[in-house]
């Protein structure tokens, strides 16, 4: 039976195995003394029956599925089990909601009457953890008296305990901390346990935190201990005060402290400033700092204070030597003093004005009332830039650039990777011509940490003029790290003008591409000039097999000539290799004279590897016998692909028009 239920992704399950369950959640309620007072008890048990009751499928009576929910009404519990088979008959693949309709009013109904008789089958099915998993949902909606002895008996495996956890960490806490096996934390809602304990009974969940934490991941503690301080504090905040202080664990107390001044801020930012000078705040967090937490609130009404807060709590890092390492505000790397300039710009920002030609001059203006120096300044216009600069224009942005990126600084920590992103992506699409001037009066330094964002843009903007001007204003070392193949593919629309610019490339593999893309692009459209060119470079390998590749795909047999009155070296090796993977897929035999043609071992080696994928198992064995001689040359992950290839039966070819 696993695969006639066919759910179609576990996840999927849970999920609504869980909403399955709500019904009951309103049933456990009203017997927890949870419903409103004033309704009659009667009525509060007439819903909780209702509510726990198994929903049949939605079928005609005399259709062959009401005639079984007919015979499973009058059915004795021994016959439940014959019925479970005939679900999948009864319901099709794309009637799957009925199906599982079904299968959990059956087995709601085989539950209540006999439930040792519904468990003894199910564990009998241990492969089908569909099923497993619509007897967790109905025996917690209908038996959830039985749920624990059932739980503890270990018949049923995942996802059975899967469900029941789930359910129970939403509905009773209590239980499901008694329940939970060692080793299951990975996937737990042990977070959403805690969170439905604390808005009962915050103490009680703050116990069962020092107690079992320790077992769970970071992140679900850190969402256990907010959820508890948000509650203890609504409801008491005094023995929410005396819990955090009196921890033993000094690391559960630090992070108490700062999820309680966290909350604490976002109140009365003031007396979480008192309550902090009265602590040791420590180290600092990456999240629910409540020092960030306090400047930001002050800086929503006042940005003086909020920064000279700032400074005294950096200064006080800067102090503590656990902390040295991240006290700097302008560090790399991430922390919380570091953070605070990111946290105290949201703060500011919505009180600047949000008209585009307003924000720049409001930006040059924040903070002088300050006592911030230039650098501070600067870091938080920077932020604030970040926040707004989708609103700017071009105008606006490029005026943006020339504050916020002074010539004499370093560039990489004036401008965050989003704003630089952002300006160089408006400059270029909005006015090309004036964003390479700009570039072109940019130091060589920052240029270079600029290069990726403008010749994308430059690129982009689909004018090869530009792109030849663009060029040389491009550090040599960074072409490979910045597009250079596509610059080269640009720089093709006009080969005479931007040839020198390739021949002043290396010709290492890190620009392999660029010099194949010239040639390729250049042979696409005048294959004479472009093979002149190459003919005159003869060391070139990676511009002769480009050409030879391109001019084979729509005239091999020009192609094939021009390569074979190559004189023997270099560039014959190179347009050889260009030939093998063009020909290879329509005439691999041609192919085949092509690498038996190269005198470089290595490269010899890598057109037999390739070849081979084109042979299949159909190659003869000649080929065979000169596949593994060339293989001798290359290194052992080349010889296993070609190997593997020669197993495989060979794709369908290509053929030519």
């Not at 020909?583 to 690498?595: D, F, G, R, S, V």
């Amino acid at each position: 039976m696993p695969a006639r239920f066919g759910y179609r992704s576990l996840s999927t399950f849970i999920f609504a195995a869980v909403c399955g369950a709500g019904g009951w959640i309103a049933g456990r309620a009203a017997h927890e003394g949870m419903q409103p007072a004033g309704r009659p008890q009667h009525q509060r048990a007439d819903a909780r029956t209702a509510a726990m009751a198994p929903k049949p499928p939605q079928v005609t009576a005399d259709s062959p599925a009401g005639q079984w929910m007919a015979r499973v009404k009058a059915a004795a519990p021994g016959e439940f089990a014959a019925l479970l088979e005939e679900v999948p008959n009864l319901f099709p693949e794309y009637e799957s909601a009925k199906r599982e309709a079904a299968s959990k009013w059956l087995l709601g109904l085989w539950i209540t009457r006999d439930t040792e008789g519904a468990l003894d089958y199910v564990a009998g099915k241990s492969s089908d953890s569909t099923l497993q998993g619509y007897f967790g949902v109905m025996l917690v909606r209908v038996a959830p008296e039985k749920v624990v002895p059932i739980f503890q008996k270990k018949v049923l495996g995942f996802p059975f305990t899967e469900v029941v956890l789930r359910h129970l960490a939403e509905t009773d806490p209590l239980t499901f901390l008694k329940l939970e096996p060692p080793g299951f934390h990975q996937n737990s809602p042990f977070a959403q346990a805690l969170r439905t304990l604390a808005g009962r009974d915050p103490a009680a969940a703050a116990a069962a935190l020092v107690e079992k934490g320790a077992n769970y991941p970071d992140d679900a503690r850190r969402e256990a201990l907010v959820a508890i301080v948000n509650a203890w504090m609504a409801r008491d905040a005094g023995a929410l005060r005396d819990w955090l202080t009196g921890l033993k664990d000094a690391d559960l107390r630090h992070r108490a402290q700062h999820v309680w001044l966290t909350a604490l801020a976002k109140t009365d930012a003031a007396a979480a400033q008192r309550e902090l000078a009265k602590m040791d705040a420590g180290a600092w967090l990456t999240e629910e700092d409540g020092r960030v937490a306090i400047v930001t609130a002050l800086a929503r009404e006042n940005l003086p204070a909020a920064v000279l807060e700032m400074k005294r709590l950096t200064a006080a890092a800067k102090a503590t030597e656990a902390s040295a390492e991240t006290s700097d505000p302008f560090a790399s790397g991430s922390g919380s003093p570091r953070d605070m300039w990111w946290a105290v710009a949201k703060a500011v920002a919505p009180r600047l004005p949000r008209d585009p030609a307003l924000w720049l001059p409001a930006l040059r203006e924040i903070g002088k009332d300050c006592e911030m120096d230039a650098g501070e300044r600067q870091s938080l216009q920077r932020h604030l830039a970040d926040i707004r600069i989708q609103e700017w224009s071009t105008e606006t942005a490029l005026e943006a650039m020339k504050m916020l990126l002074p010539a004499s600084s370093p560039p990489r920590d004036d401008l965050s990777d989003s704003l630089r992103n952002t300006l160089t992506r408006k400059l270029t699409q909005a006015d090309p011509d004036l964003s390479l001037q700009y570039y072109g009066s940019l130091p060589e330094a920052t240029r270079k940490e600029l290069s990726f964002e403008f010749i994308r843009g430059i690129i982009n903007a689909g004018d090869p003029a530009l792109t030849l001007r663009m060029a040389p204003l491009v550090p040599l070392e960074r072409w490979w790290m910045s597009g250079a193949n596509t610059l080269a593919g640009e720089l093709a629309k006009t080969p005479e003008a931007a040839k020198t610019l390739i021949e002043a490339l290396p010709l290492n593999s890190n620009y392999q591409e660029a010099h194949a893309d010239f040639a390729r692009e250049w042979g696409r459209r005048d294959p004479a000039a472009a093979a002149q060119w190459v003919a005159s470079r003869p060391e070139n390998v990676y511009a002769a097999q480009g050409l030879a590749e391109s001019w084979a795909g729509f005239d091999d047999t020009a192609a094939s000539a021009w390569a074979a009155a190559l004189p023997e070296g270099k560039l014959r090796d190179g347009a050889a290799r260009g030939l093998v993977n063009a020909l290879a897929p329509i005439e691999p035999e041609a192919a085949w004279k092509w690498a038996s043609a190269i005198s470089i071992p290595y490269q010899a080696a890598q057109a037999y590897r390739d070849l081979a994928r084109w042979w299949g198992n159909k190659a003869p064995p000649e080929f065979v016998a000169a596949l593994n001689e060339a293989m001798k040359h290359s290194d052992a992950s080349d010889r296993e692909a070609a190997l593997e290839s020669m197993k495989q039966p060979p794709p369908e070819r290509h053929i030519n028009p």
